[in-house]
């Protein structure tokens, strides 16, 4: 009878380690490059949003600024028709421009040049006008 001792190798389990941490590490790797170019195309793209967007409120904001320019300067051509002395007050209420000056104030030429669209109450101790922003907008803004 023969009897064949085999020797283990001290070499193969270290081996095996040393390949399996190793490959352990080749795919972290490789996962980390692949995140980092994902987020880096999700950056660029949210950049070019943000940009846009960016483009696209300084577009509105300026939009704004002209709209606003138009509803102050014919507030004041509403004040000089009237005469300043006659003026109560003057705001601006949602969607309409109110007026309210005294009761023996001259409206006539506010009906030349709004016609219809002055809406007038007119109490004992003051008359009230309301006139249609969208009407004032739509007749004075040229884009």
């Not at 002395?85 to 409206?107: A, F, G, N």
């Amino acid at each position: 009878m023969v009897l064949i001792i085999k020797e283990k190798s001290k070499y193969k389990p270290i081996i095996r380690k040393i390949l399996s941490y190793g490959s352990l590490i080749l795919m972290f790797t490789v996962y980390y490059f692949y995140m980092s170019d994902q987020f880096l195309k999700q950056n660029t793209k949210l950049s070019k949003e943000l940009e846009s967007n960016k483009q696209l409120l300084a577009s509105k904001i300026e939009l704004t600024k002209k709209v606003e320019k138009v509803i102050y300067k014919e507030a004041e051509s509403c004040v000089d028709l009237i005469g300043q002395e006659k003026i109560q007050s003057i705001k601006i209420v949602k969607d309409k421009l109110y007026i309210v000056c005294d009761w023996d104030t001259d409206i006539e030429p506010l009906f030349i040049r709004y016609g219809i669209m002055a809406l007038v109450k007119s109490t004992p101790e003051n008359i009230k006008i309301a006139i249609d922003l969208q009407f004032i907008v739509e007749s004075n803004y040229e884009a």
